[in-house]
């Protein structure tokens, strides 16, 4: 687990943070609903990214 | 001006001559929503991105942002890495001075020649001595310069010095000021026409949801 977060893959969270800021500030222009979208691209740019990472995780394992 | 209206309320966005402030949020990201009034999104959208810019640089030792053409060596990333604006303007300076074949403008360091025999081709210069033996045969790093002389896919280079010397934090810094850039042009199209504001149900009914210009 030490490995996982000390790893290369973890670059990608500052990524996922500026873009979820970016993005979200985009869509509207209060405050309030900045703040939901910002949540919500988070999550999903984080759920999306975990899934292709699981699922090529699992290829690696699988793949000789 | 534009104004979006709901049954939750009225948004207005004061965007001011759209196409200036287009222009000043691609020259500095945050800028053009300053010049709109929009303070609060401007230092967001200011620090957010060229904090992810800056990192990027800073990974990348200051030499994933270039401007390049050359055979084995067309810097793509370097159309998308522009849309930051300022920061990246001394890349395009390398650029033109290097079309000129002058050497690189803000040298940094220096490196030996391919065929120098007493040190690794294209390795750093850390003796001040070398760089009176070596003369004008020394290669220079300039500040945001394209790698110095020729690409190859099989002999060493100076950018596959620069990839030996930073490992990933290479791709790693190229995709930091990649994604600066992609995220600045979202903030220019901010500016340029307002947010991208929708609501619920707006696609059944048209009267309570709409966005018209003023």
Redo the contacts between chains.
């Keep these: 687990m030490l490995q996982l977060l000390t790893s ?1 893959i973890m ?1 990608i969270v ?2 996922v943070a ?2 979820s ?3 979200g ?7 309030t609903f900045i703040l939901a979208h910002i949540v919500r691209s988070a999550v999903w740019m984080m759920v999306f990214l975990g899934v292709i990472t699981v699922v090529l995780f699992a290829l690696g394992l699988w793949i000789p | 001006m534009v104004f ?1 209206e709901s049954p939750k309320g009225t ?1 207005r ?1 004061e965007l001011g001559n759209r196409y200036l402030a287009a222009f000043y949020a691609w020259l500095l990201p945050g800028a053009g929503h300053f010049y709109q009034g ?1 303070y ?2 401007g230092l ?2 200011s620090l ?2 060229l ?2 810019y800056f ?1 990027g640089f800073w990974l990348g030792d200051g030499r994933v942002v270039y401007a390049s053409w050359k055979t084995n060596d067309v810097r793509w990333q370097f159309v998308v890495q522009c849309m930051v604006g300022a920061p990246t303007f001394p890349a395009i300076i390398q650029a033109v001075n290097a079309k000129e074949n002058v050497a690189p403008l803000w040298i940094r360091n220096y490196r030996y020649p391919a065929n120098d025999g007493t040190h690794t081709a294209f390795s750093r210069i850390t003796d001040p001595a070398e760089l009176t033996r070596l003369g004008k045969r020394k290669i220079p790093d300039g500040f945001m310069a394209a790698p110095f002389g020729m690409v190859t896919t099989t002999e060493p280079d100076v950018l596959s010095a620069w990839h030996a010397e930073l490992g ?1 934090n290479f791709d ?1 810094a190229t ?2 000021t990649f ?2 850039g992609l ?1 600045n042009l ?2 220019i ?2 500016a340029l026409a ?4 929708y609501f619920e149900g707006s696609e059944d009914d048209d009267d309570d949801d709409k966005k018209p210009d003023a």
Aim: glycine residues 4%; without cysteine.
């Design positions: 290369q670059h500052p990524l500026a873009a800021i970016v993005y500030a985009t869509r509207d222009e209060r405050p | 979006y948004v966005v929009r609060t999104k967001v959208f957010t991105i904090t992810t990192v990933h790693i995709l930091y994604v600066a995220l979202l903030v199209y901010d307002g947010p991208g504001m």
